[in-house]
C-alpha cells in the first residue's frame, strides 16, 4: 500500500518560512506526480500545487505564487513544499498527494493521501 | 480560480439516495471530463470516490456514482449507510489550476 508521510510542519511567526516535506515509499515515485492540498481549520480543501515526475511542469495556485516552490528529489523518494513570507491566512494542515495515474498532470485525481502536517502561523 | 459551489449540507436516511451538485464555470466544468470527488471523515486525509466525472477507483461500492451537465457536476450516493456520512468535496481541472468545491456535509439521519 502507497504511504505518504509528510513532516516539518509547525508554528512560525508572520514573514517566516518553513519547508515541508512528503516522503512516499511503496510505489514508483519518480513515475507520478505529486500535489500539495491544505486544509485551513474548520475549512475547504485548497489545491495549493503539483509537479510531474520528472519535476519539469510546475503549477501554483495564485494565493501562494511567488511565495511557494515546490520540488523532488527522485533519489529521496521525497516531494517539498519550501514556503516563504507566510501569512496568518497560510495557516492550515497540508496534505501531500499521488496522482492516480502516471499520464498528466493537473488532469489527474489524487488517489493516496498523507496524514498531513500542521502548519500555524502567527506571532 | 473561484470554488467550485456546493450545497453546505445534504441529509439522508439510510437506504435512500442522494445527490450532491457541485457548479464550476466554462472554464472548469464545463469545458474537461476531469471532475473528480472526494470524502473525507473528522481528522481523517480525504478519499477519491470519483475521477473523471463517473469513474470509480477499485475498492469503491458503485453505490456511488457521478455525472455531468454543463458546468455542474454531480455525485449521488444510493442506498445510504451510516458510514457515508462525511464532508464531500468536488474538484476540477481547469487548464493551468485544480479548484476544489467549498464541501458538502452529508449527514445520515
Known amino acids: ?123 | 480560480q473561484s470554488a467550485l459551489t456546493q450545497p453546505r449540507s445534504v441529509s439522508g436516511s439510510p437506504g435512500q439516495s442522494v445527490t450532491i451538485s457541485c457548479t464550476g464555470t466554462s472554464s472548469d466544468v464545463g469545458t474537461y471530463n476531469y471532475v473528480s470527488w472526494y470524502q473525507q471523515h473528522p481528522g481523517k486525509a480525504p478519499k477519491v470516490m470519483i475521477f473523471d466525472v463517473s469513474k470509480r477507483p477499485s475498492g469503491v461500492p458503485d453505490r456511488f456514482s457521478g455525472s455531468k451537465s454543463g458546468n455542474t457536476a454531480s455525485l449521488t450516493i444510493s442506498g445510504l449507510q451510516a458510514e457515508d456520512e462525511g464532508d464531500y468535496y468536488c474538484c476540477s481541472y481547469g487548464g493551468t489550476y485544480v479548484v476544489f468545491g467549498g464541501g458538502t456535509k452529508l449527514t445520515v439521519l
Not at chain 1, 514508483?28 to 492540498?37: A, G, K, R
Open chain 1, 1 to 123: 500500500e502507497v504511504q505518504l508521510v509528510e513532516s516539518g510542519g509547525g508554528l512560525v511567526q508572520p514573514g517566516g518560512s518553513l519547508r515541508l516535506s512528503c516522503a512516499a515509499s511503496r510505489f514508483t515515485f519518480s513515475s507520478y506526480s505529486m500535489t500539495w492540498v491544505r486544509q485551513a481549520p474548520g475549512k475547504g480543501l485548497e489545491w495549493v500545487s503539483s509537479l510531474t515526475g520528472s519535476g519539469a511542469r510546475i503549477y501554483y495556485a495564485d494565493s501562494v505564487k511567488g511565495r511557494f516552490t515546490i520540488s523532488r528529489d527522485n533519489s529521496k523518494n521525497t516531494v517539498y513544499l519550501q514556503m516563504n513570507s507566510l501569512r496568518a491566512e497560510d495557516t492550515a494542515v497540508y496534505y501531500c498527494a499521488k496522482a492516480i495515474a502516471v499520464a498528466g498532470l493537473l488532469d489527474l485525481a489524487l488517489d493516496s493521501w498523507g496524514q498531513g502536517t500542521l502548519v500555524t502561523v502567527s506571532s
